[in-house]
């Protein structure tokens, strides 16, 4: 008989016998560098996160060299790897590592959870694959592989933090090392092979007991979350403009430069009003506007 822990243990066989090799899964990466990770990860594909997180560990490898300097500074260094808010983000974490935990991520989950940023997420994937801690990861990826395997549906539907947490609780080994591989296994199984548009089910460790392959694939009826809107035209792809200016320049960049930057002057002004109230801009059509500096 299949069971839910059973089922999670072949996804952990599946994935120790090879996936992708990424920089945050190398045997000795460092706890700071596993949570800058997760923050860019959030809502960037992985190719894009790559080359960054290798800028960011080397230029700030500890919290405390990040926390020295302006939030700005860390807005700048996120360049396009979009929502910059993370990176206002990121750095008020840095601060309270610094500040609160003698400059090392802690390990607790209650802990990484007070951090500025840190969501229920990112703290249990800090916990579990930089410590080791036994505690299920969910993210959507994660989602969709057990709705699909135990609840024979295509889609997960909108998240509920306690009810996926539980279902992820099932699957996971009560040894920490065990558990450690089915958190990253599950994952990169929804990632790489239970694919929201295109799944590869003769390639997946549990096409024998998915309970959505017995039952026909069939198509889903419940409730979905909100469709993202298209970037193109959206205050975000504005504010994405004004951020790239302010990024390029040293001084504060005057209100007609930035005046020139999108033609609806009405849109313009929600997106910049939008950064300034978000702390990722500072300044007034006075004096010009710059990257936060403190």
């Given at each position: 008989?299949?069971?839910?822990?059973?089922?999670?243990?072949?996804?952990?066989?599946?994935?120790?016998?090879?996936?992708?090799?990424?920089?945050?899964?190398?045997?000795?990466?460092?706890?700071?560098?596993?949570?800058?990770?997760?923050?860019?990860?959030?809502?960037?594909?992985?190719?894009?996160?790559?080359?960054?997180?290798?800028?960011?560990?080397?230029?700030?490898?500890?919290?405390?060299?990040?926390?020295?300097?302006?939030?700005?500074?860390?807005?700048?260094?996120?360049?396009?790897?979009?929502?910059?808010?993370?990176?206002?983000?990121?750095?008020?974490?840095?601060?309270?590592?610094?500040?609160?935990?003698?400059?090392?991520?802690?390990?607790?989950?209650?802990?990484?959870?007070?951090?500025?940023?840190?969501?229920?997420?990112?703290?249990?994937?800090v916990a579990a694959f930089a410590y080791g801690?036994?505690?299920?990861?969910?993210?959507?990826?994660?989602?969709?592989?057990?709705?699909?395997?135990?609840?024979?549906?295509?889609?997960?539907?909108?998240?509920?933090?306690?009810?996926?947490?539980?279902?992820?609780?099932?699957?996971?080994?009560?040894?920490?090392?065990?558990?450690?591989?089915?958190?990253?296994?599950?994952?990169?199984?929804?990632?790489?092979?239970?694919?929201?548009?295109?799944?590869?089910?003769?390639?997946?460790?549990?096409?024998?007991?998915?309970?959505?392959?017995?039952?026909?694939?069939?198509?889903?009826?419940?409730?979905?979350?909100?469709?993202?809107?298209?970037?193109?035209?959206?205050?975000?792809?504005?504010?994405?403009?004004?951020?790239?200016?302010?990024?390029?320049?040293?001084?504060?960049?005057?209100?007609?430069?930035?005046?020139?930057?999108?033609?609806?002057?009405?849109?313009?002004e929600r997106a910049l009003a939008g950064l300034?109230?978000?702390?990722?801009?500072?300044?007034?059509?006075?004096?010009?506007?710059?990257?936060?500096?403190?």
């Amino acid at each position: 008989m299949v069971t839910p822990r059973s089922l999670g243990e072949s996804v952990a066989d599946w994935y120790a016998a090879g996936h992708r090799e990424l920089p945050w899964r190398a045997a000795g990466y460092s706890a700071w560098g596993i949570l800058i990770s997760e923050f860019m990860l959030q809502q960037t594909p992985v190719a894009r996160v790559i080359p960054r997180l290798a800028e960011w560990v080397e230029r700030w490898p500890t919290p405390a060299e990040l926390a020295a300097v302006p939030p700005g500074e860390a807005v700048r260094a996120w360049d396009r790897l979009g929502y910059p808010r993370r990176a206002l983000n990121l750095h008020a974490a840095a601060v309270a590592i610094a500040e609160r935990h003698d400059n090392r991520v802690p390990s607790d989950v209650d802990d990484l959870l007070a951090l500025p940023g840190v969501g229920p997420y990112t703290a249990r994937a800090v916990a579990a694959f930089a410590y080791g801690v036994r505690t299920p990861v969910v993210d959507t990826n994660v989602r969709r592989v057990l709705a699909r395997a135990v609840g024979a549906q295509a889609e997960p539907g909108p998240p509920q933090t306690r009810r996926d947490l539980d279902a992820m609780e099932a699957v996971l080994p009560l040894d920490p090392t065990l558990a450690r591989l089915v958190n990253a296994g599950v994952m990169e199984l929804g990632q790489t092979v239970c694919t929201a548009r295109a799944p590869r089910c003769d390639e997946c460790p549990l096409a024998g007991v998915c309970a959505w392959r017995a039952a026909g694939y069939p198509e889903y009826e419940g409730a979905r979350s909100p469709r993202q809107k298209k970037y193109e035209g959206s205050d975000r792809q504005v504010r994405g403009l004004i951020l790239r200016e302010l990024r390029a320049a040293e001084i504060p960049v005057p209100a007609d430069v930035v005046a020139r930057l999108w033609p609806d002057a009405v849109q313009l002004e929600r997106a910049l009003a939008g950064l300034l109230r978000d702390g990722l801009v500072t300044g007034d059509p006075t004096a010009g506007y710059l990257l936060p500096l403190s």
